[in-house]
């Protein structure tokens, strides 16, 4: 059983933000429909070609959906658009500022036509304010939301490696389709959703923008680390590896010192006894354990780490997760179809056995533009008139 089989989803989308929201719906088994332009279609679909072919990003976010090209800015586009509308259940775009309005798809106007529709906006900084038109991409709006500030080291911020923006905004999306379709269940009314990359990222800033407001500080970035706590960061080990280590309490501070690096004495020290008073010194205690780590494997850090209950970690990279045994033992990588054949896919995060996941193709672009035209009780010749000339 798939939990949203039967729902329809109208995706107006591009990148990332918006394609993530839906494919998630798709997951959990709703059929999305990805309204194209011709000549290209989303744009994230020449991010790269490093998937056989297909970008990396575009595969990542666009399983299970059909896509369908339609030139919205002549009046046979726009019909079958209204066509598809008439039949969704849920409608998420995250186009251009303004360019929803033009069409006359922004959440608003599609909510006057179909009280009962779930419509949901996703934009760069939300509903109204000085922001609201400006062009906002990932690394835009975690520079004006302040996660790049903390991220890096003191004096070279940086953005964080994954678009924390993009993530977030779908995320909030997609659970508030969830929901919406929840309360549709028991009121009949839809909903009107609006979702900003910049509220996103301010909301996951929350602990930080609490140091400021109340402690009157910025935190610094501290690379592999945490600004909040002491120690915990990232040690050289013997055998030219990166072993990740730390501490969130005076107990865990304890049993680093006195079962891991074989010094009470630090445990006893009254500087370094509280977690405030650890942070001060970070640099001292950071030399301590990276001598310490530089004197053993690996393994051998790991070891000792565990026997003192202490959390730890090799620092890895993309290419050392494929096959993180975590994944591979889990059987947590698929494969899905493509236009290039098949491409491995991770399975949703949830666990569950109340239903099964949906992991159906990637899309070419245009791929179901016809067979979705038909089933919209488009005629041969409103078919041909429609695709002639785009990328179906």
Known sequence: ?????????????QAVAGPLCTRHLGDLGARVVKVESPGGGDFARDYDDVVNGLSAHFTWANRNK??????????????????????????????????????????????SRRPELIAVDISGYGRGGPYAQARAYDLLVQSEAGSCAITGTAGAPAKPGIPLADIGAGMYAFASVL???????????????????????AEWMGFALNQARYGGVDLEPNGVSSPMVAPYGAYRTADLQTLVLGTTNDSEWRRLATKVLDRPDLADDPRYATNSGRV?????????????????????????????????????????????????????????????????????????DAWTW???????????????????????????????GSAA
């Open 280 to 352: 001060a010194r970070r640099g001292e205690l950071d030399e301590v354990i990276g001598e310490w780590a530089g004197r053993h494997t690996l393994a051998e850090c790991r070891v000792r780490a565990e026997s003192a209950g202490l959390g730890h970690a090799r620092l890895n990279s993309p290419t050392e997760v494929l096959g993180h045994p975590q994944l591979t033992e889990r059987n947590r990588w698929r494969e899905v179809d493509s236009p290039v054949g098949p491409v491995s896919v991770l399975m949703p995060p949830p666990e569950t």
């Open 179 to 201: 929901a919406a379709l929840y309360a549709r269940q028991r009121t009949g009314d839809g909903a009107t959703i609006s979702v900003g990359l910049f509220d996103a990222v």
């Open 1 to 13: 059983m798939q939990p949203l089989t039967g729902t329809l989803v109208l995706a107006l989308e």
């Open 358 to 388: 949906r992991l159906d193709p990637v899309p070419g672009l245009g791929e179901h533009t016809e067979s979705v035209l038909k089933e919209l009780g488009c005629t041969a010749a409103e078919i041909e008139a429609l695709t002639e």
């Open 66 to 111: 059909e896509s369908v090209v339609l030139d919205l800015k002549q009046p046979a586009g726009r019909q079958a658009l209204d066509r598809l509308i008439a039949r969704a259940d849920v409608v998420v775009q995250n186009l251009a500022p303004g360019a929803a309005a033009r069409l006359g798809v922004g959440s608003a106007e599609l909510r």
